[in-house]
Structures are given as C-alpha cells and as structure tokens.
C-alpha cells in the first residue's frame, strides 16, 4: 500500500500557474503508475493526466493537453502536475492517484485549485 499526501494548491487568476506535487511514503513509488485527478463542485471526479512507472510515458485529458505537465521523480517519491495557462473552468479539488494496473487504486486527500476569471 502507498499513502499520498498533495501540496500547491491555492487561488490563482486566470492565465495563471501552479504546481501541484504529491509525495508518496509506503510501498516503492517506483512501482506504481500515477495519475492527476480533478473533482469539481457539483461534478464527478475525472481523469486529468496520468504518468507510467519509468516516466517516460505521459497521457493527458484533451481539455488540458499543451497547458498541464505531469512528471514525477522517484528519487524523491514525488510526482508532479505543472499548470499553466489556468482557466476558470480548471476550478476543482486535485487528487493524486497510485494505480494498480489499469486501475487508480490509493488516493490523496486533495488539494484546492481555484482560478478566479
């Protein structure tokens, strides 16, 4: 089992950024694929980016291709989500999530991104 904990959220105005990291304790990062999750009021959570094992390979949601980076670091059991170019409509509770295989399996608490237009 892994245990997540978010960080970097916060208000930000629109065209603005942040960056989201999520440390990992518990079983070896490594081993664990990790994806970006966002849940808006009102809304179910949905998929935002998703980052294989090695980090060599990256998935993104259509609504945040070219403006969110994912990456992660095993070194320091931290993966990563660069926003950039933040929108009104990117307003939502951020999660983190470990997978076991095709599945998200443990997730963070989240943490709250509000982009005020």
């Known amino acids: 089992q892994v245990q997540l904990v978010e960080s970097g959220g916060g208000l930000v105005q629109a065209g603005g950024s942040l960056r989201l990291s999520c440390a990992a304790s518990?079983?070896?990062?490594?081993?664990?694929?990790m994806g970006w999750f966002r849940q808006a009021p009102g809304k179910e959570r949905e998929f935002v980016a998703r980052?294989?094992?090695?980090?060599?390979?990256?998935y993104y949601d259509d609504s945040v291709k070219g403006r969110f980076t994912i990456s992660r670091v095993n070194a320091k059991n931290t993966v990563y989500l660069q926003m950039n170019s933040l929108k009104p409509e990117d307003t939502a509770v951020y999660f983190c999530?470990?997978?076991?295989?095709?599945?998200?399996?443990?997730w963070g608490q989240g943490t709250q991104v509000t982009v005020s237009s």
């Open positions: 999530a470990a997978y076991e295989g095709v599945r998200p399996m443990y």
């Open positions: 980052i294989s094992r090695s980090g060599t390979g990256t």
């Open positions: 518990g079983r070896s990062f490594s081993q664990y694929a």
